[in-house]
């Protein structure tokens, strides 16, 4: 079973500029959540979609941040405009629908570095 | 969420036992406590999660007392490819996760 994939691996763009990022989950899974490590911080929550709607977005630092998730599948992740401090790296994760008890692991992708200059 | 308090590093050599403690004086009721592990340049993985006294996976043993206020994750007989960053999480369901700082596990030859 293929894992969550994240594209591109690596970003550099300019201040001003827009980069889209996207997310492939887990066939299956509805819960797809979007974090960030910015460089010598904690990886921080951003949001978190159930199939295509957006449950909680409470991590969303700005309006310049827009997450899209089509048709429950895919997501992507747009910065525009990208500022310095949008710099570091974005991680997807999904998960099962939840159903009681124990909560479902998260399975994370590989990450997408992220680099405004 | 119940936020978490764990070391912020530790030290260890191949074939020894490593035990990380993580506190969560706030955990409610109803809460898992989870570990996931990173290494670096890839995304945090899944190690073991449990609600109360002892859970043991291929990988790693979880230890929580009775009152659930912490836990221990044990690693038995570490190799140099354990060395990691190591999270300690509580939640439920579907909670978004808040990691904390973790600790690094470092371990030497």
């Known amino acids: 079973e293929a894992g969550v994939t994240q594209f591109p691996s690596h970003s550099v763009i300019e201040k001003g500029q827009t980069v889209t990022l996207r997310c492939d989950p887990i066939?299956?899974?509805?819960?797809l959540y979007w974090y960030r490590r910015v460089m010598g911080k904690e990886i921080k929550f951003l949001l978190h979609?159930?199939?295509?709607?957006?449950?909680?977005e409470s991590g969303m630092p700005n309006n310049r941040f827009l997450a899209e998730r089509t048709g429950g599948t895919y997501s992507t992740l747009k910065v525009q405009p990208a500022e310095l401090e949008d710099s570091g790296v974005y991680f997807c994760a999904s998960s099962l629908t939840y159903g009681g008890g124990a909560p479902y692991e998260q399975y994370f992708g590989p990450g997408t570095r992220l680099t405004v200059t | 969420l119940a936020k978490t308090t764990q070391p912020i590093s530790m030290d260890s050599y191949e074939g020894q036992e490593v035990n990380i403690t993580c506190s969560h004086n706030n955990i409610a009721t109803n809460d898992y406590i989870t570990w996931y592990q990173q290494f670096p340049s890839q995304g945090p993985r899944f190690i073991i999660q449990g609600y109360k006294t002892k859970v043991t996976n291929e990988v790693a043993s979880l230890f929580i007392p009775a009152d659930r206020k912490s836990s221990t994750l044990s690693l038995p007989r570490v190799s140099l490819s354990d060395t990691a960053v190591y999270y300690c999480l509580v939640g439920l369901g579907t909670d978004k996760l808040i990691f904390g700082t973790g600790t690094r596990l470092q371990v030497f030859p």
């Open positions: 979609f159930v199939k295509e709607s957006k449950q909680d």
């Open positions: 066939s299956g899974h509805d819960n």
